[in-house]
């Protein structure tokens, strides 16, 4: 049975991830988004949050489970006897600092964690949970970006914000 993770912060998650989650999980038995649980970074989403969004985007794909981790990605992949993590490539910038977890991770895992990238599909490769944040911050209309539900959430935050 082919299993992988695919790891990532996903505050929140966007149109971009979900590309990458559906077709990852047309190559796998078994996908496990997994939200990592970060609390140095200023994540505007709880990961209980971000968890709910990728449920909820993910519901009709049975193959798909949502779960979290805190630490290394390489103790999460021990527990849960992974060997492969998957992750989205938008262009070149990204590839630098992929390649160092890449290795990073392999070098922990005495190369028994690898990673697969899938380039982000053209439509999306201008996406960024980042950028999403700040056009919505500035009330812009991201709903190219990210499903209507994550939309309205990310423009509740921001009006609590803004009052
Ligand atoms: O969505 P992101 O923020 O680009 O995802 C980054 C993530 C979560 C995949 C990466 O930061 C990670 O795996 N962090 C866990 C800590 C770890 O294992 N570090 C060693 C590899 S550098």
């Given at each position: 049975m082919k299993r992988a993770v695919y790891p990532g912060s996903f505050d929140p998650m966007t149109y971009g991830h979900l590309d990458i989650i559906r077709r990852s999980a047309e190559m796998f038995d078994?996908?496990?988004?997994?939200?990592?649980?970060n609390n140095e970074k200023n994540a505007l989403f709880s990961v209980e949050e971000r968890v709910k969004?990728?449920?909820k985007a993910t519901e009709g794909m049975a193959n798909v489970t949502v779960d979290s981790f805190?630490?290394?990605?390489i103790n999460y992949a021990v527990e849960k006897n992974?060997?492969?993590a998957v992750r989205?490539?938008?262009a070149i910038t990204d590839f630098e600092y992929e390649l160092q977890m890449s290795q990073t991770n392999r070098m922990l895992s005495d190369g028994k964690l690898d990673t697969i990238?899938?380039?982000t599909s053209l439509q999306y490769s201008?996406?960024?949970?980042?950028?999403?944040?700040e056009i919505a911050a500035f009330g812009g209309d991201v709903s190219n970006c990210v499903p209507d539900y994550v939309a309205a959430l990310l423009q509740e935050k921001f009006a609590g914000r803004r009052k």
């Open positions: 078994e996908l496990i988004v997994a939200v990592l649980v969004i990728l449920q805190s630490g290394l990605l992974l060997h492969v989205g490539l938008r990238y899938l380039n201008y996406l960024s949970s980042s950028s999403v944040k």
